[in-house]
């Protein structure tokens, strides 16, 4: 069974930053496409930033020149580089594995991890 685990979330302020790490097991991680999502309360989830096993990168709007994804094939971890944090990027952060034929929709994931928290106050 594929394993997903999120940690580094937490409660920051305003302008500060975050990277998450999402640890990967049972798959063969360098030949898969992964993403982070998040979900707020009261909205849907989110697509963020997806990277294919060749490490070409794609982002959501909302988050282009703040937000990173990269990753460590000889870690089988996928990381997000979260900076200048906003008050409405308060969310729990989810990464995932994708099945599917597009990079932004969350039912082209197969596989996710548990989700961390990430707070930012002002």
């Known amino acids: 069974q594929v394993q997903l685990v999120e940690s580094g979330g937490g409660l920051v302020q305003a302008g500060d930053s975050l990277r998450l790490s999402c640890a990967a097991s049972?798959?063969?991680?360098?030949?898969?496409?992964m993403a982070w999502f998040r979900q707020a309360p009261g909205k849907e989830r989110e697509f963020l930033a997806a990277i294919h096993w060749r490490d070409v990168t794609r982002y959501a709007d909302s988050v282009k020149g703040r937000f990173a994804i990269f990753r460590d094939n000889s870690k089988n971890t996928v990381y997000l580089q979260m900076n200048s944090l906003k008050p409405e990027d308060t969310a729990v952060y989810y990464c995932?594995?994708?099945?599917?034929?597009?990079?932004?929709?969350?039912?082209?994931?197969?596989?996710w991890g548990q989700g961390t928290q990430v707070t930012v106050s002002s």
């Open positions: 049972e798959i063969t991680f360098n030949s898969v496409t």
């Open positions: 995932a594995v994708k099945t599917g034929s597009t990079w932004s929709t969350p039912g082209d994931y197969r596989y």
